[in-house]
């Protein structure tokens, strides 16, 4: 087609057809300055049968996403993701599994359109492990996914914060659950672990006890949205420490414990992500809660209560808010001035702007927890550099990071990872 056949082309558009078009261009404009989508945390329901007392979902209303909605959801998704060849759906809530029927069709569906699409889905799953159930097992593994257990250590910390309904722990409940999940999964469970003030001096206790129940992944987080005295910090550093000891000798004897705490920093260093800091919120990462509202991440979506923050718009409409995209987006070194001068700089992603939001007021300032937990690890790595060598990173595709909320569970099963192993800390 020529430019005379092109001019006529338009000529004949209504000024209802031109305003879509403009509107079309602009908004792939826009888009090619964002790199594809390729992870979204998709809220299957935003109820629970917990009620623990840092949840930053909990304070949104309970109700559930529909079929309708979840399957639209997965739709944009994929045309969000443009030449990404892999998608992946982290399955949240609340508590999905109270769900099963939707996270099912979400699989269903998304598997199939997948096909039609020519990409690769895959699945993750965040839960509170007490509803984890045959039924529960045989769909993870008939889609290929690993259920990511949150579990805050021994019985006395766990229980302190994630409690039944009537106020009774549920500890009990989830630690029933691991010899089901070893027999389906052949391997051991993954759990998140977050760290609080009143429990920071029994976390490696924990760690040590949930290894002999059957976990063999972790990922720990302190909650940064409490107030840490320097007390408090300085046994969070002598207890990660501790557990960082028992992570060398439960490997030696060939037990393949996982903790990503410890990999995170180098990889860092040997720019196997981009030159910006923060996490995947925003760029590659979207989140869509049970309204059809996008935000960067599930973080965002649960701030202020039941409205969220950063919203970048609905399913609807598509992302309109593309000033937002882009001030969460475009995180380097210069944005964040006051970092510059740390140095452990070239280590740190800048930690979780939801976070920083909330609590500093900017996605570009990381609070004193944060700041003071990487400096921990980091000493750690210096002094013990054996730890990085405990599992290597391949040499073929980069190791992919968990978002600052750090959601994400290995998928299908402990990796055998074969390559290079990291640089220590000079």
Request: hydrophobic share 35%.
């Given at each position: 087609?020529?430019?005379?056949?092109?001019?006529?082309?338009l000529?004949?558009?209504?000024?209802?057809?031109?305003?879509?078009?403009?509107?079309?261009?602009?908004t792939?404009?826009?888009?090619?300055?964002?790199?594809?989508?390729?992870?979204?945390d998709?809220?299957?329901?935003?109820?629970?049968?917990?009620?623990?007392?840092?949840?930053?979902?909990?304070?949104?209303?309970?109700?559930?996403?529909?079929?309708?909605?979840?399957?639209?959801?997965?739709?944009?998704?994929?045309?969000?993701?443009?030449?990404a060849?892999?998608?992946?759906?982290?399955?949240?809530?609340?508590?999905?599994?109270?769900?099963?029927?939707?996270?099912?069709?979400?699989?269903?569906?998304?598997?199939?359109?997948?096909?039609?699409?020519?990409?690769?889905?895959?699945?993750?799953?965040?839960?509170?492990?007490?509803?984890?159930?045959?039924?529960?097992?045989?769909?993870?593994?008939?889609?290929?996914?690993?259920?990511?257990?949150?579990?805050?250590?021994?019985?006395?910390?766990?229980?302190?914060?994630?409690?039944m309904?009537?106020?009774?722990?549920?500890?009990?409940?989830?630690?029933?659950?691991?010899p089901?999940?070893?027999?389906?999964?052949?391997?051991?469970?993954?759990?998140?672990?977050?760290?609080?003030?009143?429990?920071?001096?029994r976390?490696?206790?924990?760690?040590?006890?949930l290894?002999?129940?059957?976990?063999?992944?972790?990922?720990?987080?302190?909650?940064e949205?409490?107030?840490?005295?320097?007390?408090?910090?300085?046994?969070?550093?002598?207890?990660?420490?501790?557990?960082?000891?028992?992570?060398?000798?439960?490997?030696?004897?060939?037990?393949?414990?996982?903790?990503?705490?410890f990999?995170?920093?180098?990889?860092?260093?040997?720019?196997?992500?981009?030159?910006?800091?923060?996490?995947?919120?925003?760029?590659?990462?979207?989140?869509?809660?049970?309204d059809?509202?996008?935000?960067?991440?599930?973080?965002?979506?649960?701030?202020?209560?039941?409205?969220?923050v950063y919203?970048?718009?609905?399913?609807?409409?598509?992302?309109?808010?593309?000033?937002?995209?882009?001030?969460?987006?475009?995180?380097?070194?210069?944005?964040?001035?006051?970092?510059?001068?740390?140095?452990?700089?070239?280590?740190?992603?800048?930690?979780?702007?939801?976070?920083?939001?909330?609590n500093?007021?900017?996605?570009?300032?990381?609070?004193?927890?944060?700041?003071?937990?990487?400096?921990?690890?980091?000493?750690?790595?210096?002094?013990?550099?054996?730890?990085?060598?405990?599992?290597?990173?391949?040499?073929?595709?980069p190791?992919?990071?968990?978002?600052?909320c750090?959601?994400?569970?290995?998928?299908?099963?402990?990796?055998?990872?074969?390559?290079?192993?990291?640089?220590?800390?000079?």
């Amino acid at each position: 087609m020529d430019l005379e056949q092109i001019s006529e082309a338009l000529q004949q558009l209504s000024q209802e057809d031109m305003g879509e078009l403009s509107r079309r261009m602009v908004t792939a404009v826009r888009q090619s300055e964002f790199q594809p989508t390729n992870t979204v945390d998709l809220f299957i329901t935003q109820a629970c049968n917990l009620r623990c007392d840092y949840c930053f979902v909990g304070r949104k209303k309970p109700r559930h996403a529909t079929e309708e909605q979840l399957h639209r959801a997965v739709d944009f998704v994929l045309k969000e993701s443009a030449n990404a060849k892999q998608v992946k759906f982290v399955l949240f809530g609340g508590e999905p599994l109270l769900r099963k029927d939707l996270v099912r069709s979400v699989a269903e569906y998304s598997r199939r359109r997948g096909r039609e699409t020519g990409k690769q889905v895959i699945f993750e799953l965040t839960t509170n492990g007490t509803l984890i159930d045959d039924d529960a097992l045989e769909l993870a593994h008939e889609f290929g996914f690993n259920y990511l257990i949150s579990i805050d250590g021994d019985r006395c910390s766990h229980d302190l914060h994630r409690k039944m309904p009537d106020g009774s722990g549920s500890f009990d409940t989830i630690v029933d659950k691991i010899p089901l999940v070893q027999r389906w999964d052949g391997h051991g469970a993954a759990g998140r672990v977050t760290v609080n003030p009143d429990t920071i001096g029994r976390l490696a206790r924990g760690i040590r006890e949930l290894v002999e129940i059957g976990f063999t992944f972790f990922l720990i987080a302190a909650n940064e949205d409490v107030t840490w005295s320097r007390e408090d910090l300085d046994e969070y550093g002598r207890q990660l420490e501790e557990v960082a000891r028992f992570y060398i000798k439960v490997n030696e004897k060939e037990r393949r414990v996982q903790i990503p705490t410890f990999m995170e920093p180098l990889e860092v260093k040997q720019k196997r992500f981009t030159h910006l800091w923060g996490c995947h919120a925003g760029r590659g990462r979207l989140a869509i809660d049970c309204d059809g509202r996008i935000f960067p991440c599930a973080r965002f979506a649960g701030l202020q209560d039941d409205e969220g923050v950063y919203q970048l718009g609905t399913l609807e409409d598509g992302i309109t808010e593309w000033a937002a995209r882009r001030r969460v987006s475009y995180d380097d070194p210069q944005t964040r001035y006051h970092c510059l001068a740390c140095e452990y700089h070239e280590y740190c992603t800048g930690g979780c702007p939801a976070t920083s939001f909330q609590n500093c007021g900017s996605v570009f300032r990381p609070t004193e927890v944060f700041c003071a937990v990487a400096k921990t690890t980091l000493k750690i790595l210096k002094e013990m550099p054996e730890v990085a060598q405990i599992w290597p990173l391949p040499t073929e595709a980069p190791y992919e990071k968990a978002d600052s909320c750090e959601t994400e569970a290995p998928s299908g099963g402990q990796p055998e990872l074969e390559g290079e192993h990291i640089q220590p800390i000079s």
